[in-house]
Each structure stands twice: as C-alpha cells, then as structure tokens.
C-alpha cells in the first residue's frame, strides 16, 4: 500500500509556489505565548513571595534575628581529656567514653581546680567504672549521672566551685554476648 502525502493548498507569490501554513500557525503560536506568559507570571510570582522581588502588600517569610539570650553567662571551663572506662558487669567488654567540660563559678578558681585535675580525673573514672551497662543505657541517665559527679566534685573541690557539668561526648559500647 502506497501512503499519501498530506497535501497542503498552494498559493502563489512572486516567482514560485509556497504551501500555506496559515491555520496551523495561529493555534501553535497562541498556545505557545501562553504557556510563555504562563510560566513567566508563576516565576515573578513566586520570587516575590518569596522576597526576591521588592512588591508591596506581599510578604514572603520574615527573616527572623537571632539574638542572644540574655540570662545566666556560662562562666569559664575546663574540658578534661576523653575517657574510657571499662563498666561494672559479669562478662566484662562493656566500654564507656566520655568527655567532660566543668564550669567554674569564678574565674579566679580556674588555676587552683586544673591544678587538681588528677583528683578530679579519679573521681570521675571511679563513678564511672562503677556503673552497669543496664544503667547507662537507662533514659535520664546522663542527667542522673552530672548531678552525681557535680555532687562528689563539690565536695572535694569545695562547695560551689564547679557550677555545671556537660558531656561533650558520650559513647558506651556493649560486648557481644
């Protein structure tokens, strides 16, 4: 079978023969100006919500500025070294690392606590390594546990020389069993 040709009407201008494109052409170029300005009016649309384009009586998302809390200043720190401690348990391989940051109630005490840091250093590993692995992984244990070390801190450094305690890492492993 033969296909034919789709055969558009012919005119004549000047010299030579010229197919008509005339109603075809008027629906491509219409829907293509309005998809154009379709698109167009959505882009400006949207950067002026958005803020990009200054347009009155529309706003986009505030820029909201962020401004420091004014309350209690954290006093001066001390980060002691990262622990490891192996934790209290039956089967042994159970491992917590941990490391501290104190926050010294007056700066004139900073020198006289990291002149003790050894002492501090005992204490903390010894409340540690007397923990379980059940405890450590208790909700509310992290908590349970800075005001302990708070607590026994205080009392060998003096009362109220150490205003907070905050881990600054706290990972714990559990052995396979």
């Known amino acids: ?4 040709k789709e055969r558009l009407p012919l005119r004549t201008k000047g010299r030579g023969l010229e197919p008509s494109f005339k109603n075809k052409g008027g629906k491509v170029s219409f829907f293509l100006l309005g ?15 958005l803020g990009y384009l200054p347009v009155s009586g529309i706003q986009g998302r505030a820029k909201e500025e962020v401004k420091p809390k004014k309350g209690i200043e954290l006093g001066p720190t001390i980060k002691l070294s990262p622990l490891i401690v192996n934790l209290k348990g039956d089967h042994g391989g159970d491992y917590l690392k941990t490391t501290l940051i104190l926050e010294v109630d007056r700066k004139e005490w ?9 002492s501090l ?3 903390v590993i010894s409340t540690l390594c007397d923990k379980k692995i059940e405890e450590v992984k208790q909700p509310g244990f992290k ?8 607590d026994k801190v205080n009392v060998s450094q003096g009362p ?5 305690i905050y881990f600054d890492e706290f990972l714990y492993q559990q052995a396979v069993r």
Request: no cysteine.
């Open 121 to 123: 250093t005992d204490i």
């Open 35 to 49: 998809l154009i300005g379709f698109l167009l009016s959505g882009g400006l649309g949207a950067a002026a919500y």
């Open 160 to 164: 109220g020389k150490i205003r907070q």
């Open 1 to 4: 079978m033969k296909r034919q």
């Open 143 to 150: 908590e349970q546990l800075r005001k302990e070390l708070l």
């Open 110 to 118: 900073v020198e006289e606590i990291q002149s003790r840091i050894s």
